[in-house]
T-cell receptor, first 117, second 112 residues
Framework: EPEVTQTPSHQVTQMGQEVILRCVPISNHLYFYWYRQILGQKVEFLVSFYNNEISEKSEIFDDQFSVERPDGSNFTLKIRSTKLEDSAMYFC???????????????FGSGTQLSVL | QKEVEQNSGPLSVPEGAIASLNCTYSDRVSQSFFWYRQYSGKSPELIMSIYSNGDKEDGRFTAQLNKASQYVSLLIRDSQPSDSATYLCAVNSQGGSEKLVFGKGTKLTVNP
């Protein structure tokens, strides 16, 4: 079964540093997402991306966050100046159609555990 | 603020029993409802989706939706130790939103 691939699986960084989390969505999918889960907390929506632009973002997704699809396969999340509270598991997800459409299945990657020291 | 609420548990059932997981949501216009299973340290995995009032069965799993009561449930029949995980309820609103709102999850333990 095709899968969403995320790298790295673990990322440790110093506060104030920039990090880039990488994802390879499933090849025929058109919608891409980033979610995050702070330890012991809910899975939270960050951003959705369609047709090479952000289609929706949450209040968490402020100016320190950005997303990019630099080529035909990769989808990245950049955090410009990391804060302690950015420590979380970051999940990339993709779907054929938008997750708001009935019958759509969201496929999650295995996640990147980000630790900000 | 759109909320999805679940009992955090833990819910403990013996092997072979029925596990019942419940979820309520606050946004009355929500249209799509999902149950995800998440093993510790792993990503969410879709178990069931439901869009219409009533029951939907898939193998040992049955999802139940009551939009009037803003309530979704998941029944797991013949529970197995491998079902031990955290079960996440997720809701999507209408209007073209791409956002899934997740509950905090209910931790289920199935005892052999």
């Amino acid at each position: 079964e095709p899968e969403v691939t995320q790298t790295p699986s673990h990322q440790v960084t110093q506060m104030g540093q920039e990090v880039i989390l990488r994802c390879v969505p499933i090849s025929n999918h058109l919608y891409f997402y980033w979610y995050r889960q702070i330890l012991g907390q809910k899975v939270e929506f960050l951003v959705s991306f369609y047709n090479n632009e952000i289609s929706e973002k949450s209040e968490i997704f402020d100016d320190q966050f950005s997303v990019e699809r630099p080529d035909g396969s990769n989808f990245t999340l950049k955090i410009r100046s990391t804060k302690l509270e950015d420590s979380a598991m970051y999940f990339c997800a993709s779907s054929v159609g938008g997750s708001g459409s009935a019958g759509e299945k969201l496929f999650f990657g295995s996640g990147t555990q980000l630790s900000v020291l | 603020q759109k909320e999805v609420e679940q009992n955090s548990g833990p819910l403990s059932v013996p092997e072979g029993a029925i596990a019942s997981l419940n979820c309520t949501y606050s946004d009355r216009v929500s249209q799509s409802f999902f149950w995800y299973r998440q093993y510790s340290g792993k990503s969410p995995e879709l178990i069931m989706s439901i869009y219409s009032n009533g029951d939907k069965e898939d193998g040992r799993f049955t999802a139940q939706l009551n939009k009037a009561s803003q309530y979704v449930s998941l029944l797991i029949r013949d529970s197995q130790p491998s079902d031990s995980a955290t079960y996440l309820c997720a809701v999507n609103s209408q209007g073209g939103s791409e956002k899934l709102v997740f509950g905090k999850g209910t931790k289920l333990t199935v005892n052999p």
